[in-house]
């Protein structure tokens, strides 16, 4: 059974960091393409980070720079280190075995984690 159970989201002020994490079960995360996805309110679901098996790694433009993307293979962990966040950056971040840096329809992908809360105050 698939599970993606996403954690570290909380709430910063402008400027601060966090990291995220994505706990993955039912497969092994070194043999997919894996992304970083996150929705704001009225907002579509818009990829932000994803990364290869072989390890090739592409950010959008609205993070590029401010954003880490990395795994932990003996974990099967996936993760997101975020810095010099802005308000822009408040939405719901999700992970999932896909790889597209545009609004995607949430039925490209079978599994989705239940997303972790980013709010970033001024």
């Known amino acids: 059974q698939v599970q993606l159970v996403e954690s570290g989201g909380g709430s910063v002020q402008v400027g601060g960091s966090l990291r995220l994490a994505c706990g993955v079960s039912g497969f092994a995360i070194s043999t997919k393409c894996m992304g970083w996805f996150r929705q704001a309110p009225g907002k579509g679901r818009e990829g932000v980070a994803y990364i290869e098996p072989w390890d090739y790694i592409q950010y959008s433009d609205k993070v590029k720079g401010r954003f880490a993307i990395s795994r932990d293979n003996v974990k099967n962990t996936l993760y997101l280190r975020m810095d010099s966040l802005n308000t822009a950056d408040t939405a719901m971040y999700y992970c999932?075995?896909?790889?597209?840096?545009?609004?995607?329809?949430?039925?490209?992908?079978?599994?989705w984690g239940q997303g972790t809360q980013v709010t970033v105050s001024s």
């Open positions: 999932a075995p896909l790889c597209r840096l545009i609004t995607v329809d949430p039925a490209e992908s079978d599994y």
